[in-house]
C-alpha cells in the first residue's frame, strides 16, 4: 500500500464553484500535511500547511486534516479558471529536513 | 524572498555527454533537496543537503552527483545518462528542523537525454 493515495483525476468544474481535493494516508507518524500546486511546466509552489486536526483557511482555500482517518483535504470556494493546475498534497517522510513524499496530484480544470 | 533559481531551464544532452544543473537560494535555508519528476507523476526525492553535508541519496545511479559548494548553491553533475533520465529535475530549500517541511521549489530544468 502506498503512503499517500490520491486521486489523478481529471477533476473538471464549472467556473464559481466549490472544489473539493483529498488525499488519504498510511503512515500515522506523519504530523504536518501541505498542498501544492502545479502548473504545467512549473515547479511546486506550496499553497498551505497544516499540522495536527481541524481547519485552515487562507482566502478562498481551507485544508482540513482528520487524523483519526488519516484523510485530508482541500477546499477551494469560488473557483477561477487561473486555478487549473495540478494539486499536490504532500507529508514529510521523517523527521528533519527528510524530504516529502507526495500524492499523485489531481489535474483540475475550471471551465470558463 | 521565496525564490529559488534553476539553471538552464531546457538542457539535451547526448549520453556521453557530462554537464551540471545549477540551483541558488538566498533565503538563509541550510537544507537543499534535489527531486526527479517525470511527466504526470509526483515528485521523487533524489537527494538532501543539510548544512552543507549529504543527509540522503535515495540509492540513485551514480550517473547523477550532488554538490553543495555553499549553504546557498546546490550542484547536480550528470555524466553518461540514459533516455529514460529524461525528466524535470527540481531543486527545493528550507530551514532545518521542525520547519524543514516548508519546502520551496524552483521552477525545474528540463533535461532531454538523446
Known amino acids: 500500500q502506498k503512503e499517500v493515495e490520491q486521486d489523478p483525476g481529471p477533476l473538471s468544474v464549472p467556473e464559481g464553484a466549490i472544489v473539493s481535493l483529498n488525499c488519504t494516508y498510511s503512515n500515522s507518524a506523519f504530523q504536518y500535511f501541505m498542498w501544492y500546486r502545479q502548473y504545467s511546466r512549473k515547479g511546486p509552489e506550496l499553497l498551505m500547511y497544516?499540522?495536527?486536526?481541524g481547519n485552515k483557511e487562507d482566502g478562498r482555500f481551507t485544508a482540513q486534516v482528520d487524523k483519526s482517518s488519516k484523510y485530508i483535504s482541500l477546499f477551494i470556494r469560488d473557483s477561477q479558471p487561473s486555478d487549473s493546475a495540478t494539486y499536490l498534497c504532500?507529508?514529510?517522510?521523517?523527521?528533519?529536513?527528510?524530504?516529502?513524499?507526495f500524492g499523485k496530484g489531481t489535474h483540475l480544470i475550471i471551465q470558463p | 524572498d521565496t525564490e529559488v533559481t534553476q539553471t538552464p531551464k531546457h538542457l539535451v544532452m547526448g549520453m556521453t555527454n557530462k554537464k551540471s544543473l545549477k540551483c541558488e537560494q538566498h533565503?538563509?535555508?541550510?537544507?537543499m533537496y534535489w527531486y526527479k519528476q517525470k511527466a504526470k507523476k509526483p515528485p521523487e526525492l533524489m537527494f538532501v543537503y543539510s548544512y552543507e553535508k549529504l543527509s540522503i541519496n535515495e540509492s540513485v545511479p551514480s550517473r547523477f552527483s550532488p554538490e553543495c559548494p555553499n549553504s546557498s548553491l546546490l550542484n547536480l553533475h550528470l555524466h553518461a545518462l540514459q533516455p529514460e533520465d529524461s525528466a524535470l529535475y527540481l531543486c527545493?530549500?528550507?530551514?532545518?528542523?521542525?520547519?524543514?517541511?516548508?519546502?520551496?521549489f524552483g521552477p525545474g530544468t528540463r533535461l532531454t537525454v538523446t
Open positions: 497544516t499540522y495536527s486536526s
Open positions: 527545493a530549500s528550507s530551514q532545518e528542523g521542525l520547519n524543514s517541511y516548508e519546502q520551496y
Open positions: 533565503m538563509g535555508h541550510r537544507a
Open positions: 504532500a507529508m514529510p517522510s521523517g523527521g528533519g529536513a527528510d524530504g516529502l513524499t
